[in-house]
Structure formats: structure tokens, C-alpha cells
């Protein structure tokens, strides 16, 4: 199965400020990349989608780059609402797969 | 709009079996696959497979090959996973979630429904 790696564990940013966000995976996973965002007792939310594509109603300040193996989430000027747990996942290959997790803290 | 509403928090013991339901509305249940991933306390998101709904066709991770049977009624929209033989580390959140593409594909989740804490303890 494919493993998916993201670094850092844990980005302290303060409020305002861009954070970049990174995930590798051990083989190409072509474009088949999402990110989701997950707040505590909460599920995950699609953020983006084929390493790029905003999913319905996410703003403009998340964004997502990338092919094959490298992929990034880039989020423009942190808001509060956007200190949370991200995960990557690549859906290229059974078995779907997730990072272990980005945790975005305030700084 | 899309909603996903599973059912309520479970107790089991060691080797017993659980049974989770996940009512879909807001869209045509079965023009869009439906995944289960669970989530341990504290820990990272798991896919466990996935449900054609139309069909009734699925996929299972091989970790859970031989334990989890995903079923659908059509007629009420609702999906169910059925995980057996249950151990102490199967405690978790499980997640139904439909997938983002229509009919006939596979690719990710967009809707999630509220997760069902399943814990198992003897």
C-alpha cells in the first residue's frame, strides 16, 4: 500500500501569516491527491481535490499544488477558523491511503 | 443539501459483532459510492472500503478482508458495515462518506456523516 508522509507534524503559525503544509507519497499517485480539514469531534471536510480543486464553498485562500509524489497545501492568511488537524490522502491506488496528519496551531 | 446520519454510540465486547447504519439523503443514493473509514482515539483516518450502492458491489481493505461486510437498502438509503470478531484496538470512530464522483467511479469523499463510536471492552 502506498504511504503517505506529511511534514511538519505540527506548524505554529500566527494569525495572518501564509502556512505550507507538505505530503509525500512512496510512489506516483499521478494527480490523485486531497486534503481535508478535521477539527476536534468533528469529521474530516474536503478541502481540495485532484491536488488542486477547491471542493464547494472552500475560499480562495486554501490551494493545493503538486504531481506524482509531492504535493503541498498552501493556505494564503491563516484565519481562525483554519487551526485544525489536515490530512492528505491519495486515491490513485487500493487501498486509499492517509497522511498522518498536520496539526496547524496557533502561534 | 447532503446529509449522512449514522446511528448511535456502541458497546461490545471482545469477539462480538457491530453493526453501524448511515441514512444518506439530499441526493440519489445510489449514483454515488459509499466509503467507511474509521478513526482510533486520538490517531490518524483509516479506510476500511467501499459500497457501489447501486450494484451492492464493494471493496475491502485486506486488513479487514474476512471481518467487514458492507450492505445498502436501496429502498430506505442507507448504508450499513458490519464489523466482526471485534478486538479492544477496533474501538474508534467509523465514518460513512459518500464519494465526490458520479456514477460509476471512484475517488474521494465530499460528505461525511457525524461518526459512530464503537467501543469495544470487556
Known amino acids: 500500500e502506498i504511504v503517505m508522509t506529511q511534514s511538519p507534524a505540527t506548524l505554529s503559525v500566527s494569525p495572518g501569516e501564509r502556512a505550507t503544509l507538505s505530503c509525500r507519497a512512496s510512489q506516483s499517485v499521478s494527480s490523485n491527491l486531497a486534503w481535508y480539514q478535521q477539527k476536534p469531534g468533528q469529521p474530516p471536510r474536503l478541502l481540495i481535490y485532484v491536488t488542486s480543486t477547491r471542493a464547494t464553498g472552500i475560499p480562495a485562500r486554501f490551494s493545493g499544488s503538486g504531481s506524482g509524489t509531492e504535493f503541498t497545501l498552501t493556505i494564503s492568511s491563516l484565519q481562525s477558523e483554519d487551526f485544525a488537524l489536515y490530512y492528505c490522502q491519495q486515491y490513485n491506488n487500493w487501498p486509499w491511503t492517509f497522511g498522518q496528519g498536520t496539526k496547524v496551531e496557533i502561534k | 443539501q447532503v446529509q449522512l446520519v449514522q446511528s448511535g454510540a456502541e458497546v461490545k465486547k471482545p469477539g462480538a459483532s457491530v453493526k453501524v447504519s448511515c441514512k444518506a439523503s439530499g441526493y440519489t443514493f445510489t449514483d454515488y459510492y459509499m466509503h467507511w473509514v474509521r478513526q482510533a482515539p486520538g490517531q490518524g483516518l483509516e479506510w476500511m472500503g467501499w459500497i457501489n450502492p447501486n450494484s451492492g458491489g464493494t471493496d475491502y481493505a485486506q486488513k479487514f478482508q474476512g471481518r467487514v461486510t458492507m450492505t445498502r437498502d436501496t429502498s430506505i438509503s442507507t448504508a450499513y458495515m458490519d464489523l466482526s470478531r471485534l478486538k479492544s484496538d477496533d474501538t474508534a470512530v467509523y465514518y460513512c462518506?459518500?464519494?465526490?464522483?458520479?456514477?460509476?467511479?471512484?475517488?474521494?469523499?465530499?460528505?461525511w456523516g457525524q461518526g459512530t463510536l464503537v467501543t469495544v471492552s470487556s
Open positions: 462518506a459518500k464519494d465526490l464522483s458520479y456514477y460509476g467511479s471512484v475517488s474521494c469523499p465530499d460528505y
